[in-house]
């Protein structure tokens, strides 16, 4: 399926998902999107680490909400993050980065107030601003144990930041140099 269809079926299903307010009714999204999973050949495996980091949230935001609302309402609310964190890592997970980029940038073409090309600039700089981003921490943390240095925050915030403006002035010179504007 081309990268703008999916991104609008995402689009549309997340929305129709947000609408649903009876438990079978969203377990039978659940288990549509969970059908797709396998439809897709996502291993279990990937598929759990695409939706796992929500169930820590759940595991504090499903008692929280059964106790202020009503078991009924957590158990919506639990389906409905759920389906949609899993419709979400289906489509990163069928989508190339690219692909993605292309796709905002062809639904945002038509909008007249929309530069639909620094749109997908900042987009592509924020995907890869998480992995430059950890790759900092990383070598700060690296570098800190081969000093022995202390456990402070200090001692990890500092480089973490400079180093994390030093990165940014390169990639505002580098832009600069090609032509994008200040």
Known sequence: MPAVA???TLIVTVTVVAFLRSPEALGIAL???TLLFVVAGIPPRLALRAVGPVFWVLLIAVPLNGWLVGWDSAVIMALRVVTVVALAGLFTLTTTVSAVLGAVETLL????????DRV??????TIR??????????????????????RSLRAIA????VRSLQSADELGDALIARGVDD
Do not use: M, N
């Open 6 to 8: 999916k991104l609008l």
């Open 129 to 150: 601003a998480i992995p430059l981003l950890s790759e900092i921490v990383g070598s700060v943390f690296e570098a800190r144990r081969a000093r022995g240095v202390d």
């Open 158 to 161: 500092v480089p973490v930041i």
């Open 31 to 33: 288990a549509v999107t």
């Open 120 to 125: 997908g600039l900042l987009l592509a700089l």
């Open 109 to 116: 073409r038509p909008l007249p107030r929309v530069d639909a």
